[in-house]
């Protein structure tokens, strides 16, 4: 590439290469700096959120860490562009940028200062070349998506090296009337740019921002297909209606946003729609500070993503149960599979399964179908409480579904609970802890690592993974199970009166749940309430039809002292009843 007067130079094809308005060499000894300007380079108008940069190339560490790494790669960067004509990189609040008006590239970079140039044939270069950054999923993961893109424009790159560039399609052969293909049946969500209402033009930039991190977050939700920002933030719901959005964009659902101000920072209004009826089926109002800072805003969005990943699904569900049985499409039986699982009857527990066979049958490798079977089983052994040695097939089976698709995280978390119910708790920890590196916001990610927390004796640790999956999701229906798991935790730890609130909570949810009684009874009988112990333990019987001790062994401590714990309690607890019996 030839140095251009005043212009920078950088090379992203091949060995990366950053070359001064002069025509010399600079030299970039970093690799997560090399990793920043390329994530800069191909971000809308050459910009990126703070949360996206560290996410990608911080994301193993600490959020303070990252933020604390960002500003000294920024900082050592305009060293390094410390003798341009203009100022090269810019940072305001939340958002990182390049200006690219000042820098050619050697692929086609809209608003960079070649942007009208051919880029130069690369041969078989590869995208950023030799470039890896050990430990960091999320850039590695960016990187080859990057990688795929940049080989499929390769070719037509070169092949038009020669050639004038081609008129563009006429108007009428880009049909925008149907929904666009590729979802292959699944209902698909588009995030409109969240709206500035502000009065604040400074703030522009921090509501778009906001928009693009929840579809970087959503993104990771493996089930659910979500628009590109390049298509869905073109879209204005003020001249065009909801239902014309969702077939532009081919798109189900759609999700608003409104930034306002408020007396002590903003508010966040958040509209889920579905673009098929045009009603609003969730709304929601978020307080963020007036700072926007990044864990302010990680939060909100966090608790936002899992709040639209169980509406969403709660609506398919509806939406697949509503149609005629004879609808056997591999989708329908996902989502009428789901519906029936959450109704927690073992009649609909084994219709769920039922179906979920015939989905496997159907498409035997398909990556929703494996996870959903493996999440299916995985339930039904729960409430039968089968051996461990009868555990094989659901590892398998959630084996299956990691291979299929090995950045889901709800694969990781679900194959997981079958190594920890198999009393393999070290592996089971690994498994959950990559199930949140793929997806912080996925509930059951974070309430498997409470209960291998607990279970593997640290009971302490385990309260705040699952106080995390109740904030994300207050209305999942298995949060009786969560409940109860933290109703244990506190058990262990001799915090009787929170262990029986807690317990209490989850018979509310579930009044036959056993554990949550074994949790009361324990509770109250160690604490001196001899009295309420008996009479909670005569509930617990009588609740609990089929009930033994050996349901209490069942459960997979790595420390069989704690499964001696409970039963002491209980079989305490029954003596004293038969004790005050005349």
């Not at 035997?364 to 996870?371: F, R, S």
């Not at 309430?529 to 349901?551: H, L, N, P, V």
Request: hydrophobic share 40%; with cysteine.
């Amino acid at each position: 590439m030839t140095a251009r007067s005043g212009i920078y130079s950088v090379r992203l094809m091949g060995a990366f290469r950053l070359q001064g308005s002069d025509g010399r060499r600079v030299e970039v000894a970093s690799k997560k700096a090399i990793g920043l300007i390329a994530l800069l380079a191909t971000g809308r108008d050459g910009e990126r959120t703070r949360q996206f940069l560290q996410d990608k190339l911080w994301g193993s560490r600490e959020s303070v860490q990252a933020q604390t790494s960002l500003r000294r790669e920024l900082s050592n960067l305009r060293r390094l562009f410390a003798d341009a004509a203009e100022p090269l990189l810019l940072a305001e609040g939340t958002r990182v940028g390049l200006n690219l008006r000042a820098i050619a590239f050697d692929i086609p970079i809209p608003g960079a200062a070649n942007e009208n140039d051919r880029p130069e044939p690369r041969g078989a270069a590869e995208f950023l070349e030799g470039l890896d950054l050990p430990g960091e999923e999320g850039f590695e993961d960016w990187l080859r998506e990057q990688r795929a893109l940049i080989h499929a424009q390769a070719e037509g790159w070169e092949a038009n090296a020669d050639k004038a560039a081609a008129p563009p399609l006429p108007a009428h052969l880009v049909d925008m009337s149907t929904p666009a293909p590729g979802f292959e049946g699944r209902p698909a969500l588009a995030v409109l740019k969240f709206q500035n209402q502000t009065g604040d033009d400074a703030v522009d930039i921090a509501a778009e921002g906001i928009s693009e991190d929840l579809i970087d977050q959503l993104s990771r939700l493996r089930w659910l297909p979500v628009i590109a920002r390049s298509s869905s933030f073109g879209q204005d719901p003020s001249k065009v209606d909801a239902k014309q959005i969702g077939l532009n964009l081919g798109a189900r659902y759609l999700v608003e946003g409104r930034l306002r101000t408020a007396k002590s920072g903003y508010v966040l209004a958040v509209s889920t729609i579905d673009a098929v009826s045009g009603q609003v089926i969730w709304s929601e109002r978020f307080a963020l500070p007036e700072s926007l800072s990044n864990e302010s805003l990680s939060t909100v969005l966090g608790g936002l993503t899992a709040v639209l990943d169980t509406r969403i699904d709660h609506a398919e569900q509806s939406r697949a149960a509503s149609r005629p049985a004879t609808s056997r499409d591999v989708n329908t039986l996902i989502w009428r599979g789901r519906w029936h699982l959450n109704q927690m009857t073992s009649k609909d527990s084994r219709i769920a399964r039922e179906l979920f066979d015939e989905a496997l049958q159907l498409e035997p490798d398909n990556p929703e179908v494996l996870v959903q079977a493996a999440w299916t089983m995985g339930w039904n052994i729960w409430a039968q409480r089968v051996s461990p040695e009868d555990m094989g097939f659901w590892s398998r089976l959630a084996r299956r579904a990691m291979q299929a698709d090995p950045e889901d995280g709800r694969a990781h978390a679900v194959l997981g609970a079958a190594e920890m119910f198999q009393r393999n708790n070290a592996p089971a920890l690994r498994l959950f802890r990559r199930a949140i590196e793929l997806n912080p916001s996925l509930p059951q990610a974070h309430a498997f690592l409470g209960s291998g927390l607990y279970l593997a004796g640290r009971p302490e640790d385990a309260m705040a993974s699952l106080t995390t999956s109740l904030r994300l999701n207050p209305n999942d229906p298995f949060a009786f199970h969560t409940l109860g798991d933290l109703a244990t935790a506190h058990c262990m730890t001799g915090k009787w009166t929170e262990a029986i609130d807690l317990a209490q909570q989850s018979l509310i949810r579930r009044p036959g749940y056993w554990l949550a009684h074994l949790v009361t009874v324990n509770a109250l009988i160690r604490s001196g309430e001899a009295d309420g112990a008996a009479g909670a333990a005569r509930e617990m019987m009588g609740q609990c039809r089929g009930f033994t001790e050996a349901d209490i062994d069942w459960l997979p401590f790595v420390d069989a002292s704690w499964n001696a714990f409970f039963k002491d309690g209980l079989r305490l607890a029954l003596d004293q009843g038969t004790a005050g019996t005349p």
